[in-house]
């Protein structure tokens, strides 16, 4: 797709007529209309406006998108929805949700982030072993592990990582293990309802941040386990069957 045919999906996707696209990005009907029969394209401070607006990428904008995968991971990011974010709000479509989250990337340790990959990589066509191997191969080849030194933060999330997993552990539920990492998880994907004592359900995650966590196996054994997230602003450890399914909520902390 051309430049003119994204614009006009996207706004006619999001219910917008040209008036009101003109409106929110503060540039007059007519220019909307130029850009939307070829005539012209939005200079590069519109193209952020409309990449924040639309939560896509300028390269989507700019139609015909390249094949782009996260310079940390590796990951596919042909959905906008798994691009990361700068600290402005602003879409940085290097990265990943889960290797960049609003400024900061989360991982400092290549061994960390394979094993979280291989996990979710590993099939019957293609063991632990093969990922494992091919994830070695991949990462030091993409910008951010070539370029550490200079786009790492000296370990000031590291040190956050390990203050959140001291509360955490600080804390003695019974039968949770003892937390020794904790990793990216995106809101979506781990956003549970949980049922109140007055019967209502209520969920605690945003679907689109990123958050830190993991999943442990109770001391105890069963089927149930342990699911940790946490952020700047809070704790929350719940337990569930497989899938999430009967989730109970052991503890909701504002830290």
């Known amino acids: 797709m051309e430049t003119k045919d994204v614009i006009k999906e ?21 220019a909307v209309s130029r850009w939307e029969t070829g005539e012209t394209i939005p200079n590069t401070e519109t193209l952020k406006m409309l990449s924040e607006l639309f939560d896509v990428s300028i390269n ?49 340790d290549m061994s960390d982030l394979i094993d979280v990959c291989v996990k979710h990589m590993a099939t019957d066509d293609f063991s632990e072993e093969q990922a ?22 000296n370990g000031q999330f590291e040190r956050f990582k390990a203050q959140l997993i001291n509360e955490i552990n600080d804390l003695h539920i019974e039968g949770l293990p003892k937390v020794e990492k904790l990793n990216a998880l995106v809101g979506k994907y781990v956003n549970i309802e949980y049922r109140l004592p007055n019967g209502t359900k209520v969920s605690f995650l945003d679907d689109n ?16 386990c ?21 989730p109970e909520l052991v ?3 504002q830290r």
């Open 10 to 30: 996207l706004r006619t996707k999001n219910g917008m007529s040209q008036d009101e696209l003109a409106e929110r990005i503060f540039v007059t009907r007519q």
């Open 60 to 108: 989507t904008l700019l139609g015909s998108p390249r094949k782009t995968v996260c310079q940390c991971c590796g990951m596919p990011l042909d959905d906008a929805s798994l691009i990361g974010h700068n600290k402005d709000g602003t879409i940085n479509d290097n990265y990943c949700k889960w290797c960049y989250a609003d400024g900061t990337f989360t991982y400092s």
């Open 132 to 153: 494992r191997a091919y994830m070695k191969d991949l990462l030091p080849k993409l910008d951010y592990w070539k370029r550490y030194d200079e786009l790492s933060d």
């Open 209 to 224: 941040k990123t958050y830190l966590g993991n999943q442990f196996e109770c001391e105890f054994g069963g089927e149930r």
């Open 226 to 246: 342990f699911g940790i997230v946490a952020d700047m602003d809070f704790l929350l450890v719940a337990t569930y069957e497989k899938d999430g399914e009967n």
């Open 251 to 253: 503890l909701f902390k």
